[in-house]
Nanobody, 127 residues
Framework: QVQLVESGGGLVQAGGSLRLSCAAS????????MGWFRQAPGKEREFVAA????????YYADSVKGRFTISRDNAKNTVYLQMNSLKPEDTAVYYC????????????????????WGQGTQVTVSS
């Protein structure tokens, strides 16, 4: 079982940028697809971005496409989320998640498909 710890959240003005990191331990992350999800107060957790085991395929929610970039460095056992042109509606707790390889491609978007989650990091975007 892989363990995940997010970092890099904080307070940023609208239009600014942040880079989130997710450090994994316990397993080599090349065995996993990795995803980022977020949850705003009073809202359900929603998909943000995902990446396959090698980094060759990426997936994004329409709301972040063109602004956010997911990447991974398997040698460092770390996945990243570069967030540019941030908007107040991006304010949420951001969670890193891992699921074993071999699922349907459509399952990258589904939080229920990811058995392992980090504790989250707060991102606040001021207007």
């Amino acid at each position: 079982q892989v363990q995940l710890v997010e970092s890099g959240g904080g307070l940023v003005q609208a239009g600014g940028s942040l880079r989130l990191s997710c450090a994994a331990s316990g397993r080599t992350i090349s065995d996993y697809a990795m995803g980022w999800f977020r949850q705003a107060p009073g809202k359900e957790r929603e998909f943000v971005a995902a990446i396959n085991w090698s980094g060759g395929n990426t997936y994004y929610a329409d709301s972040v496409k063109g602004r956010f970039t997911i990447s991974r460095d398997n040698a460092k056992n770390t996945v990243y989320l570069q967030m540019n042109s941030l908007k107040p509606e991006d304010t949420a707790v951001y969670y890193c998640a891992a699921r074993p390889n071999g699922y349907r491609r459509s399952s990258y978007y589904l939080s229920a498909a990811y058995p392992t989650w980090g504790q989250g990091t707060q991102v606040t975007v001021s207007s």
